[in-house]
């Protein structure tokens, strides 16, 4: 069975559904989910609206774990709350937690002004500058998240990711995650666009390249209706880049079988 390793719910304040309502799309579309909810310490618009009550999170969520539904978090990195985040990841039985991205150098890469001034050139070699920054602090999680998110938001006339733009930066990042021997995440959101396909396909060739072996594949869903979204078209993507789709149970790794 496949597995939706990404999506939120109750506890990410920016999500439209219940975890209750999250399993029953989960089963509609066939596939196991993982419950990542957002862990963003001192975010820059709002410093504790991506936090939430751990225990509780544990204790009201529990009766709905199963081979197939799975609690886990994403975390949002910043270089400056690597020591604090560390401990919260060792304190809590989650069953996977997602590294990401969603701000740089303390602003908000959802924010337009976030990216005032600066060239896109500028503007992804700081986002893969504090990528790295941060992979190399934060040692504790199995996935890295959504590695086009800035492409969702950075405000430029092609926001595409091209590998050939950054090569050594790129490279730097796979490596980290080669290293740690993590997984990284083909994030369905945007693989409607084939313009996206195209570039972040090139990026996934390279991680393998470069001895990757592991994706995970999540589609972010903050509605129902997004759970499980574009699943065939990530395992296509992982097909053809020779990585193997993964999930993770209790901190290991799971391989999804072809055909299972
Ligand atoms: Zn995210
Ligand atoms: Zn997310």
Known sequence: ???????HADYSCDAHQTIVQAIAASKAAGVGMILTEHWDRDYPTNPDEFLFDLSEYF??????????????????????????DNKTISEYPFDEVIASMHCMN??????????????????????????????????????????????????????????????????????????GNKAIEINTRRLDLPSAVESLM??????????????????????????????????AVARQCNLQPVYFKKRERIVIKEGS
Not at 59 to 73: F, M
Request: glycine share 6%.
């Open 1 to 7: 069975m496949l597995f939706d390793t990404h999506m």
């Open 106 to 179: 303390g602003r908000d890469m959802y924010e337009p002004t976030s990216y005032d001034g600066l060239t896109k050139q500028q503007a992804v070699k700081e986002y893969l500058e504090e990528s790295i920054a941060c992979l190399q602090l934060y040692r504790d999680f199995d996935t890295y998240g959504h590695i086009d998110y800035i492409s969702r938001y950075m405000p430029y006339e092609d926001q595409e990711l091209h590998y050939l733009e950054h090569p050594k930066l790129w490279d730097q990042v796979f490596q980290i995650l080669i290293d």
């Open 202 to 235: 090139v990026l996934y060739k390279r991680f393998k390249d470069l001895g990757g072996r592991y994706v995970t594949l999540g589609s972010d869903a903050h509605y129902p209706e997004h759970v499980g979204r574009r699943m065939q078209e990530a395992v």
């Open 59 to 84: 204790a009201k969520n529990s009766k709905y774990r199963s081979e197939r539904v799975l609690l886990g978090i994403e975390v949002g990195m910043q270089k400056h709350l690597s020591v604090l």
